[in-house]
């Protein structure tokens, strides 16, 4: 196969140009500096030809360019890729996973979140690109959001399981982190520490932080307002719907005791699960379309598993009627993408089945959203939104609930995209952030 370049020279993939042909876009190369010294040692050895895509801009071998300039050379052996920019992108990425030097840690999670988060890769998609497994590009993303990059810079060594280990804590926590395991590596007579010995480091700090009577951890809320601007990356993973983990260690923290049974019915991206583990609470998560293996396949609207019986702690987290109707599943059976009478029957009938599933002194916890988008079908009843909190409220009543708390759960301005607020705008139309948590007993 030939290809025309712009200057009407027909070119081989594989053939050798001049070196002021190629085009270095700072965006294409993932690394976030060149290292000199590899520069150095390149220029008296010979490589592998550059990757460059039609318009010849540089995909793969940003240091071997460097080294062929500083030699003095002047055309250089390229290979050409028929690719698109956004696939240079992920290709550029690859292809430093495997030869030459390699990415860090930190810079190959920062292109694996730019496809997935910018480029709307999706996660299986990135997956199969890699060639790994879904939770491997969610790691990833953690890494790129959580990991304290002035680590990175200072351990150059840091392996992908020992930054998937630091992310999941605080990025204030991370720096003590390191130095703990940097510490028991010593008295294990080794010059720096192995992920086993992070992961080991940070699980104490983390157990450290989850005990009140320490002062009080960065999750525990002391009144009835819960605000979180962020996820803690130790629980679920980017979901659509994921709320931060912090609300469920409250919840949990608050009504339930250690090795108490808690049941989740909408598990989503098992947040539920992971603060259970780390509670030390036993845990049943279901959900309609599972997500992770260790979440089980069932539809909530045919009642709860005979296991369920007698539980403690019912986690409920639905789809809040329509928002992200788009997003979930669209199973028979689904709580989304349905009429609102429906919505309420499904709701008023899982209430019920809460009250014959929980044991006596038991809670159900549900975490909700009015609606204030102008759904036709509510403008035709004449109604300005729908108060959903409100109508479950009276469902718990009348099951046989009392209610314990009311408790405010706002989410963030950033889950509005730049439409939404226009929207709203135009309609003249207040968005909705404020979400509650019934808590209701089963006195
Ligand atoms: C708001 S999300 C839950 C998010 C979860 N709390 C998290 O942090 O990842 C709601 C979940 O309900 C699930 N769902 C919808 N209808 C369901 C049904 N009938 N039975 C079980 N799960 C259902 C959806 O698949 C979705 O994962």
Redesign the pocket.
């Known amino acids: 196969m030939c290809l025309r370049l712009k200057k009407k020279t027909v070119i081989k993939p594989k053939t050798t140009i001049p070196i002021t042909d190629i085009i270095r876009k700072r965006e294409i190369n993932p690394r976030r500096r060149l290292d000199p010294d590899y520069i150095e040692e390149l220029k008296n050895t010979s490589w592998p030809p550059i990757v460059v895509n039609k318009e010849m801009i540089l995909i793969d071998g940003f240091h071997r360019l460097e080294a062929a300039k500083k030699r003095g050379d002047t055309e250089i052996e390229v290979q050409i890729k028929d690719i698109s920019l956004d696939e240079a992108l992920a290709l550029a990425a690859k292809l430093n996973t495997t030869h030459g030097k390699r990415l860090t840690v930190l810079e190959l999670a920062d292109r694996i979140k730019l496809l997935v988060e910018e480029k709307g890769w999706s996660q299986q998609k990135a997956a199969a690109y890699f060639n790994k497994a879904q939770p491997w590009i969610n790691h990833y993303i953690n890494i790129a959001k959580n990991l304290d990059s002035t680590i990175i810079t200072r351990v150059i060594n840091l392996d992908y399981a020992s930054a998937r280990e630091l992310a999941k804590l605080p990025q204030n926590k991370q720096e003590q982190a390191y130095h703990l395991a940097q510490k028991m590596a010593e008295q294990d007579r080794q010059s720096f520490p192995t992920s086993r010995l992070i992961a080991k480091a940070v699980k104490k700090i983390r157990q450290a932080s989850l005990s009140p009577t320490d002062g009080n951890p960065d999750w525990l809320k002391l009144s009835t307002l819960w605000n979180f601007s962020s996820c803690d990356p130790g629980f679920?993973f980017h979901?659509?719907?994921?709320?931060p983990?912090q609300i469920v260690l409250n919840t949990l923290y608050y009504f339930t005791q250690p090795n108490a049974l808690i049941v989740?019915?909408?598990?989503?991206?098992?947040?539920?699960l992971d603060v259970c583990r780390r509670m030390e609470r036993r845990c049943l998560i279901?959900?309609?379309?599972p997500?992770r293996h260790d979440i089980t396949g069932?539809?909530?609207?045919l009642g709860f598993p005979q296991e369920a019986r007698n539980c403690d702690l019912i986690f409920l987290?639905?789809?809040?009627w329509r928002q992200?109707r788009s997003q979930?599943?669209k199973d028979e059976?689904?709580?989304?993408n349905i009429s609102l009478k429906e919505f309420n029957r499904?709701m008023e009938k899982l209430i019920i089945d809460c009250y014959a599933t929980l044991n006596t002194g038991g809670y159900a916890a549900l975490l909700l959203q009015n609606t204030t988008e102008l759904a036709q079908e509510i403008t035709q009843t004449g109604k300005y939104y729908v108060d959903h909190v409100f109508d479950c409220y009276r469902f718990f009543v009348k099951a046989g609930f009392t209610p314990v708390q009311r408790i405010n759960v706002p989410l963030t301005w950033e889950q509005f995209a730049g439409f939404d607020v226009k929207e709203a705008k135009d309609e003249k139309r207040l968005l909705g952030l404020v979400r509650d948590l019934l808590i209701m007993e089963k006195a």
């Open positions: 679920g979901y659509p719907g994921r709320i983990g989740d019915p909408f598990g989503g991206s098992g947040t539920t279901y959900d309609l379309c997500a069932h539809d909530i609207s987290d639905p789809p809040y992200k979930y599943t059976g689904s709580f989304s499904k």
